[in-house]
């Protein structure tokens, strides 16, 4: 068979070759300074916004965060420190009230340590207060405010005090006893006389003399409320302590509480003034209440202490 159009083996094939690329070797060197410079100013100008934003950002979430958890942190001390003040709160009102029930009932604070403040029930002989050997200034009533309760008009009381002694004589009549008046207002020239003149007659000092009268100024007979008395049926018994063996006296202990009397100076009262049971006063008006009391700032709540001021 004849082998037509067929390469003869004693042919060599002609294959072509095939070009190949040669390995790439090095790699671009372009560097930004290649890069235009406007290009290159874009580009800078661009990245810089984003960096300012990404930093507030990041600051803003900071200062939230802390905020998160300083809060938490702020109540939780604040709770412990009102607990841990509770327990001192809690002792300083316990003091407080185991004070209370020994403070003085008196109407300014009194402190224990003061040197200038008496003890409670010794208010009356006060060191503020305006006493003079025991006795307190009074003034001497308006003359036009008196009237005589003597028939020879010598004895005077004020008007109210007065009306209402008259009125005690006459009870005290109808049931068989004579109240005599003694004395009544008395000037403080007149109490001169009683103290500094009587004082130097009997040889007494000041202190024994004030025992049984108040120095001038001092007196009860100033005020027009006060006055002396005695039994008409016994006169040796006048201005003496025996008085209180009287009927007089008996009368009056019984019933000159009904006509606004009441004795000045019992046995033992805090002015240190002598048993005078012949002395009485006239406290039925608010003028000759607050007279009698108020200048001496005695406790309501306490004993009566009675007045000094014979």
């Not at 965060?65 to 316990?94: C, D, G, R």
């Not at 005589?148 to 010598?154: K, M, N, T, Y």
């Not at 007659?201 to 006055?227: F, K």
């Amino acid at each position: 068979m004849e082998d037509a159009g067929l390469p003869q083996a004693s042919e060599p094939l002609s294959i072509p070759e095939l070009s190949i690329p040669e390995p790439l070797t090095e790699f671009s060197t372009t560097t930004i300074d290649d890069i235009p410079e406007a290009v290159r100013e874009s580009a800078e100008t661009e990245s810089k916004p984003w960096r300012t934003q990404k930093l507030l950002w990041w600051g803003v979430g900071g200062v939230g965060t802390i905020a998160l958890v300083s809060i938490p942190l702020i109540f939780f001390f604040q709770a412990q420190s009102s607990t841990s003040s509770a327990p001192s709160n809690s002792k300083t009102a316990s003091i407080e009230r185991s004070a209370s029930p020994v403070a003085p009932a008196i109407s300014e604070p009194y402190e224990l340590n003061d040197p200038q403040r008496s003890p409670p029930g010794e208010e009356a002989l006060s060191s503020k207060d305006p006493a003079l050997l025991g006795h307190f200034p009074y003034e001497e009533a308006p003359l036009e405010e008196l009237m005589p309760i003597a028939p020879d008009g010598s004895i005077t009381l004020r008007r109210t005090a007065a009306e209402k002694f008259l009125a005690m004589l006459e009870a005290a009549k109808a049931d068989g006893v004579i109240i005599t008046p003694l004395s009544g207002f008395r000037s403080v020239a007149e109490q001169e006389q009683v103290f500094f003149e009587v004082k130097a007659e009997r040889g007494q000092n000041t202190t024994q003399r004030a025992e049984v009268s108040a120095p001038p100024g001092y007196s009860e007979h100033h005020t027009g409320y006060a006055i002396d008395v005695g039994d008409g049926y016994f006169p040796d018994t006048n201005l003496q302590p025996s008085f209180e063996r009287t009927r007089t006296f008996q009368w009056l202990q019984q019933n000159a509480a009904f006509y606004s009397f009441e004795m000045s100076f019992p046995q033992g009262n805090a002015q240190g003034v002598n048993y005078e049971p012949w002395h009485w006063r006239y406290v039925g008006d608010r003028t000759s209440l607050e007279t009698f009391y108020r200048a001496k700032n005695l406790n309501p709540q306490e004993e009566f202490a009675p007045s000094p001021g014979s």
